[in-house]
């Protein structure tokens, strides 16, 4: 192991020492951008925690409390959590009275609509199911409100978590442009952020910040077959928050809805749209960041737009 470990390092100075003209030096990312991956990524590990705790509820309540599932499609909603904290079994559930469920619902944050949503949750909860031991019954309801204290911890600190990535995003120098791109906020826009870095030299075209990220399709050709497939090797952090990027665009911008209806009426999946769209958005960044100047929803697809006209023509 050693003697291999000598040889790389060797042929790693001679690459160095001989090819030096052909490679460029490690990126340099600020301080400031590697705060902004720290917490971006951590709240990230508390979110990816947050649903395997839930999913454990999910698959316990499917096993005792089938209602409650009915009563909440999301389980780590405030609502859910409140009830739940409230009543973890069907016996206790189907004792709440409307105006307890209203309590509970108060207690959990929500302001609006208290009286009608607690009128349905009173209904769900008290659904036809199947009733297990009273052991069991105990014994999950137990589970349930270990689970539901630790779920509500974790929303607690994913919040706490967002407001510090926020403050330190907002004082990024890029911050401005990231904001200007459609679908971007503070947290969206930190994490797409923190994963490219902010070394101006890290990306010597669009077309390299899009392979880092993995949008860019491959390419795959023979004599008779020609395949496009999405890169599997990429920083997956990055991809992802870029797919969301592109599903929260197309609400904001015209030009990036339409992109994603051409993409799909052509026969494209809903993921393959919105790779495409996160494709072209990461290219409108570079450029953004390259020109220091913001994005514009009329330069950015005028000339597609024009395109369409000339076919329709």
């Not at 003209?21 to 590990?45: F, I, K, M, P, W």
């Not at 994005?295 to 006209?309: D, G, L, P, S, V």
Request: net charge positive.
């Amino acid at each position: 192991m050693l003697v291999t470990e000598l040889l790389a390092g060797e042929h790693l100075a001679d690459l160095v020492r001989t090819d030096s003209h052909n490679h460029r030096a490690v990126a340099g990312d600020t301080d400031s951008v590697g705060g902004l991956q720290v917490l971006a990524r951590a709240r990230e590990n508390l979110i990816w925690d947050r649903t395997r705790h839930t999913n454990r509820l999910r698959n316990d309540l499917r096993e005792f409390f089938p209602a409650a599932l009915g009563a909440f499609p999301a389980l780590a909603h405030r609502d859910a959590l409140a009830v739940l904290a409230k009543a973890p079994d069907p016996t206790q559930a189907r004792r709440l009275s409307v105006s307890g469920i209203r309590a509970a619902l108060k207690h959990g944050g929500r302001q609006r609509n208290l009286d009608t949503r607690a009128v349905e949750i009173r209904q769900a909860l008290r659904a036809p199911q199947l009733t297990a031991s009273s052991a069991t019954q105990t014994a999950f309801a137990a589970t349930t409100r270990a689970l539901v204290e630790v779920i509500t911890s974790l929303n607690t600190q994913i919040a706490a978590l967002e407001t510090e990535l926020s403050n330190h995003f907002r004082q990024h120098p890029d911050a401005d442009i990231y904001l200007s791109m459609p679908g971007l906020g503070d947290v969206l826009g930190a994490r797409v952020l923190g994963e490219f870095g902010d070394d101006p030299e890290r990306y010597d075209s669009a077309k390299s910040r899009r392979n880092y990220a993995g949008t860019s399709p491959r390419t795959i050709a023979s004599a008779t077959k020609r395949a496009v497939l999405a890169r599997h090797v990429r920083n997956r952090r990055l991809y992802d928050a870029i797919d969301q990027w592109a599903l929260c665009s197309i609400n904001t911008s015209p030009g990036c809805r339409q992109f994603y209806d051409q993409h799909r009426a052509k026969g494209d999946l809903h993921h393959q749209a919105l790779r495409a769209l996160g494709n072209r958005l990461v290219g409108y960044l570079h450029g953004s960041l390259r020109n220091r100047t913001h994005y514009n929803e009329h330069t950015a697809w005028a000339h597609r737009q024009q395109q369409q006209i000339q076919i329709a023509a």
